[in-house]
Each structure stands twice: as C-alpha cells, then as structure tokens.
C-alpha cells in the first residue's frame, strides 16, 4: 500500500522521554553516598570563626576528605587546575601533591571557605546531593540517546524475537558475515568502512540491518542522516537476503522534510512509532 509522506511526517512525536529520563536518582544518591562521611566530617567547619586552622587540623588528620572537594564546585574528577598572578596549579584531590597551605589558598581563591564560615549552606551532604542532581541532568543527552533504541528494541521482543537468539544489539558489519556467510562488502565499500548496525534481526528467509534515531530539534546532521541511509538502503538493495529498516521519529525533522521526503519516496522500509504502534513489526519481519 502506498504511504503518504506529509500524512506519515504529522505523527511524529515531540518527545518520546520516560519518566527516568531527567535524573537517575540512584546513581545521585549512590555518588554521593561514596563521599558521605568526608563531608560529613566538613560539615563541622560550617560557621566556623576561624576555618582556615580548623580546615588544616582536619585535612592533618583525615586526609581523604580532600576527595570530596571537587564535586563541592561541580568537578566530576580527582584534579583541578587553577591559575592567578601568583602561578599555576594542578590540585590532585585523591593523592595530595600539594602541601595543605596550598589547599588552603585553593580554598580560599574559590570561595569555599567563604561559602562554609559564612554559612550560605547548612549541610554539605544535602549541597552536595544537589550537585550531583545537576550534574545528572547532563547525562539526558545519552540517556536521549538510547530512548528511540529501547522503544524500537521493546517492540521487536514483542514480536517474538529473542535477544543473541533472533535479534542481536549493536552489531559490525563483519560480524554479520561471519555469522551468516554473507557478503556485505556493497556496504562496506569493499571492507573499508566498519558499519554498526543497532540491531540486526534473522529471520528464516532474510537478515535485517537496523538503525533507529531520534530528533527532537532542527540541524545540518539531520540532512546528512537522510542523505546516507538513502545510499545504504539502495545498497542494501542489490544484496540479496538482507534488507535495510530505518526507525525514525521526532519533530526535528519537520526542518529537514525534503531530504527525509526523498528518502521516504525510494526507501521501501523506513517507518516512525506510530508504525510500530499499528504492529509493523509483524509486517517487516517475515
């Protein structure tokens, strides 16, 4: 049946994050739970009237807070490089390279002491659960990355396929040969290029290379993707027993309609969730 390309291009979703998408509170509460009794032992400098000696006594006798500095300014890492007028410095929180009056100096540069003595937080366990909150946050561009993956993944399983059995994950072009005897050098420009396909499902008649992406906004890199998987899919074409599937959803397409329309109108298995939604899956894999 022929496919509408502009009816098709208006169900695509503007998001498809899920709940657990925005933090990981486990690997937050894990993070910090790691650092949980050295800032605890720093807790006792907060309001401190004179924190620079009670900073150095402590650091004299439990030198392992040191470790939990750098995430007190949103570090992820053991080392900190810093520099002023009076030199450079490269701080290693886990093996001390310094002596203490220079962490003190660091301390002191960086507003530390400041925001510690002058009691702008009332608990560095609580600080620092927050920061490992934000830091998280950066982590949704790979969780994103994986969310179009595990629902395309969700819907092959429940087609019957079995993982490593019928269905396999990232999987090398030269893996796929080896594995089926297969020659895919149309693919591999005569084995120079190491093609990965997120998931490659077998089936008794045919194997199946497949690639899923997801673009919630605009960009030049949306232009080349349609560009690229319409020369895979006319190489994949001329093999036989494979075929190319693309999944693929999101509104950023909606800015780059004329390449994805192109490939839409030569490439015969290219579909979005709603398609998965109405049970492509049993139509694509036969």
């Known amino acids: 049946m022929e496919r509408n390309f502009d009816e098709w291009l208006t169900k695509f979703r503007a998001s498809i994050s899920s709940y657990d998408y925005y933090i990981d509170f486990d690997k937050v509460v894990r993070n910090v739970n790691e650092i949980k009794i050295e800032l605890n ?10 924190i620079e000696s009670e900073f150095m006594h402590i650091i004299e006798k439990y030198p392992e807070t040191l470790r939990c500095i750098p995430l007190l300014l949103a570090v992820r890492g053991n080392e900190i ?21 220079q962490y003190k100096v660091f301390m002191r540069k960086t507003g530390l002491f400041n925001m510690i003595s002058n009691h702008l ?18 982590g949704r561009k790979n969780r994103g990355g ?4 595990d629902l395309v993944e969700k ?11 019928t269905y396999f994950k990232e999987m090398y072009l030269s893996d796929i040969e080896k594995k089926w005897q297969i020659d895919l050098s149309e693919l591999s420009n005569q084995g120079k290029a190491a093609k990965r396909f997120d998931f ?18 605009g960009g030049s890199k949306l232009n080349e993707t349609a560009r690229s998987y319409k020369m895979l899919s006319k190489e994949a074409d001329m093999i036989d027993g494979f075929t190319f599937v693309w999944f693929t959803d999101g509104i950023g397409w909606k800015s780059a309609r004329g390449n994805l329309r192109e490939t839409f109108e ?10 998965m939604e109405q049970g492509i899956m049993e139509d694509i894999f036969v």
Request: glycine share 8%; charged share 20%.
């Open 41 to 50: 032992i720093l807790n006792t400098l907060i309001g401190s009237k004179n």
């Open 81 to 101: 490089y810093a520099q002023d007028e009076e030199g450079a410095f490269l701080y290693n929180f886990k093996n001390q390279n310094y002596d203490i009056e």
């Open 121 to 138: 937080v009332n608990n560095l366990v609580d600080y620092a659960f927050g920061i490992e909150t934000g830091l998280d946050s950066n």
């Open 146 to 149: 994986h969310q179009m993956e």
């Open 155 to 165: 819907y092959i399983v429940a087609s019957g396929f079995k993982k490593d059995v």
């Open 200 to 217: 490659v499902v077998k089936t008794e008649s045919m194997i199946y290379g497949c690639e899923t992406n997801f673009y919630g906004g």
């Open 266 to 275: 030569v490439m015969e298995h290219i579909y979005s969730i709603d398609d």
